[in-house]
């Protein structure tokens, strides 16, 4: 059985060229990992401009980028702002396949994280539970207009 860092090792490496049908990427940092890939800083060629990226092992067991995708696409037919939009995709054969998104900050780890006592206020837990309420809100009204996400 390989090991975690052997098989990130089809993931992409910092420097690393990225292309797709529309235009090249470089990659800058790693932002964050998880158990379906991970999430990367890169900069689009053609003008400079950061983008962040989320890449999934070709050899996933379970593959979950092109749902994230089917969503993103769905929430951009009901207007939601809580959702990023696709902006290009594809794929590294037979390493692994990626789609590029807006850079939009920090996530919620992080932002805790950064509070001196690691946790955040009793106001910022119920605005933030709100925020995720009315995306799961905007989320299954797009499944009720008829375009099933799963």
């Given at each position: 059985?390989?090991?975690?860092?052997?098989t990130?090792?089809?993931?992409?490496?910092?420097?690393?060229?990225?292309?797709?049908?529309?235009?090249?990427?470089?990659?800058?940092?790693?932002?964050?990992?998880?158990?379906?890939?991970?999430?990367?800083?890169?900069?689009?060629?053609?003008?400079?401009?950061k983008?962040?990226?989320?890449?999934?092992?070709a050899?996933?067991?379970?593959?979950?980028?092109?749902?994230d995708?089917?969503?993103?696409?769905?929430?951009?037919?009901?207007?939601s702002?809580?959702?990023?939009?696709?902006?290009?995709?594809?794929?590294?054969?037979?390493?692994?396949?990626?789609?590029?998104?807006?850079?939009?900050?920090?996530?919620?780890?992080?932002?805790?994280?950064?509070?001196?006592?690691?946790?955040?206020?009793?106001?910022?837990?119920?605005?933030?539970?709100?925020?995720?309420?009315?995306s799961?809100?905007?989320?299954?009204?797009?499944?009720?207009r008829?375009?099933?996400?799963?």
């Amino acid at each position: 059985m390989q090991s975690s860092d052997e098989t990130d090792d089809v993931l992409p490496h910092d420097e690393e060229i990225l292309k797709t049908k529309k235009d090249k990427y470089r990659v800058i940092a790693l932002l964050g990992k998880g158990g379906y890939g991970a999430v990367y800083s890169v900069l689009r060629l053609s003008d400079s401009e950061k983008f962040a990226i989320k890449c999934e092992k070709a050899t996933a067991a379970k593959k979950v980028l092109l749902m994230d995708c089917n969503v993103m696409k769905g929430a951009i037919q009901i207007k939601s702002r809580h959702f990023c939009v696709v902006l290009d995709r594809a794929n590294v054969k037979d390493r692994f396949n990626f789609i590029v998104m807006k850079l939009i900050g920090k996530n919620l780890w992080d932002l805790r994280q950064d509070r001196p006592d690691g946790r955040f206020t009793l106001g910022t837990s119920l605005k933030t539970a709100a925020q995720c309420l009315v995306s799961i809100e905007h989320l299954h009204s797009v499944e009720k207009r008829g375009s099933p996400l799963i």
